[in-house]
């Protein structure tokens, strides 16, 4: 049943698999579930009990396959779960989507480290990244470097003061064909040599145009490395370990739903796998925090529960937007 709707946004209160029937096929450029991780525990919000394991891999069974068809060739799904399936959601995931779709597993600090006397403290929870085919959106993410990351890895300094490192001009392998696999006749140095398997990264020209802005580092033996400086490089690619812990509770002692998951991981997801005006899809609604984040950067979005709270919760948040 269709219980809101505006120009961007569905949200129906249904059972996640009753809806995917009725879904066109390949109509979504992405998928976030944040699904039932099968714990065992009654939250104040819903039960995470779906029985042993394998009764857990029957029930989504059903649910993986259709969101597989209702997934466009270019599109990219997200299932996050913990320890308790994630191995299991692994193998199921191989099977409907084929296991070289896989793409990453990112591990998500989601708490504080823990006190436990008789384990070690279970502190991360589990993100299984796929795609349909090879034709996939990624809108590689990036951060910004801590001042520990440039003193590491920048950790010269030239006659201004200017944090810098350098890096080879030659990568591995032999070129038989063409410039770069034959000695550089450098204007300031004479005759350089590749070093034995080595073929010059970029051709002469750009090699002298380098040498000319003072962007090489010559070594006492003639051998030129390029310069990079700190000031250029402030952000860095974001690995598959994030540290985006879930909400606690808010000041007036009130959660406003259980374990929503915080803004900034729908953010990096959403950001990082579709496009403006791209149609996304959360078939487990819970909080409504994915929802949120595609109002925030226009996507089109649908999504649905069987609680009304989570369904009247996302409408309150979604209709605060501008």
């Not at 042993?52 to 997200?78: C, F, H, Q």
């Not at 590749?194 to 033996?221: M, V």
Request: charged share 25%; hydrophobic share 30%; with cysteine.
């Amino acid at each position: 049943m269709l219980y809101y709707q505006t120009n961007d946004i569905k949200l129906y209160l249904q059972d996640n698999l009753e809806l995917l029937q009725s879904l066109p096929d390949e109509s979504f450029d992405l998928i976030y579930c944040d699904i039932l991780y099968n714990t065992g525990n009654k939250f104040p919000d819903y039960d995470d009990i779906l029985g042993e394991p394998m009764d857990a891999v029957k029930w989504y069974n059903p649910r993986i396959k259709e969101m597989y068809r209702v997934l466009k060739p270019t599109g990219s799904i997200y299932i996050h779960c913990d320890w308790h399936l994630n191995s299991y959601m692994r193998v199921l995931l191989d099977k409907i989507f084929g296991w070289k779709q896989y793409k990453n597993e990112i591990i998500r600090q989601c708490t504080n480290a823990k006190n436990n006397s008789n384990n070690w403290g279970k502190i991360y929870d589990n993100i299984l990244y796929y795609t349909k085919t090879e034709k996939y959106t990624f809108n590689a993410p990036t951060e910004p470097k801590l001042e520990a990351d440039l003193v590491n890895q920048y950790n010269k300094i030239d006659k201004n003061g200017d944090y810098y490192t350098t890096i080879p001009l030659h990568a591995k392998g032999e070129t038989k064909l063409g410039e770069t696999g034959q000695p550089w006749n450098s204007k300031s140095h004479g005759i350089v040599n590749l070093p034995k398997g080595r073929h010059w990264a970029i051709s002469h020209s750009e090699l002298e145009k380098l040498d000319e802005l003072g962007q090489i580092e010559w070594s006492k033996n003639g051998n030129p490395r390029k310069i990079l400086y700190a000031k250029d490089y402030q952000d860095k690619p974001i690995q598959n370990i994030w540290n985006l812990k879930s909400l606690g509770v808010s000041p007036n002692k009130v959660q406003q739903y259980s374990t929503q998951k915080p803004v900034e991981l729908l953010d990096r997801i959403i950001k990082t796998s579709s496009n403006e005006g791209d149609l996304v899809g959360d078939f487990f609604l819970g909080g409504g925090t994915t929802a949120v984040v595609c109002k925030m950067n226009g996507r089109r979005f649908i999504g649905c529960d069987i609680q009304t709270k989570a369904l009247e919760l996302t409408k309150n948040k979604v209709e605060k937007i501008n």
